[in-house]
């Protein structure tokens, strides 16, 4: 449940990602999609966070960084989209896939 949460997390980056990618490439079709994907992975995260969190070791492992509000991620695209020259967010591979 740890790892699965882990990828879950650096998932919900990657897709906001795509979509500001589609975005700036004007391939417009994909850029729902790849939105609504993150939003699953988001759920995936929630799921998969509590699940570990009830594990007595999650006290003592490194945490990763709870995802903002389910909400932002439309919010976060929006706000990217109205503004012309925001620069693309740089998602860095995690650790166990370098």
């Known amino acids: 449940m740890y790892g699965a949460g882990r990828l879950e ?22 850029i729902d999609p790849l ?11 929630r799921y998969f966070r509590s699940k570990a969190m ?3 070791l999650w006290r ?6 709870e995802p903002p509000p389910r909400e932002r991620i439309r919010v976060a695209f929006q706000e ?3 503004k ?3 620069p693309v967010l740089r998602v860095r591979a995690p ?4």
């Not at 990602?17 to 004007?26: K, M, N, T, V």
């Open 35 to 45: 939105l609504e994907m993150a939003e699953v992975e988001w759920d995936h995260e």
């Open 80 to 82: 990217f989209e109205s």
């Open 95 to 98: 650790r166990l896939v370098r």
């Open 9 to 30: 997390a650096q998932n919900i980056r990657e897709y906001e990602l795509g979509a500001r990618l589609a975005h700036l490439a004007e391939l417009h079709r994909f």
């Open 60 to 65: 003592m492992v490194p945490n990763w960084a």
């Open 84 to 86: 012309a020259e925001l």
């Open 54 to 56: 009830s594990h007595w």
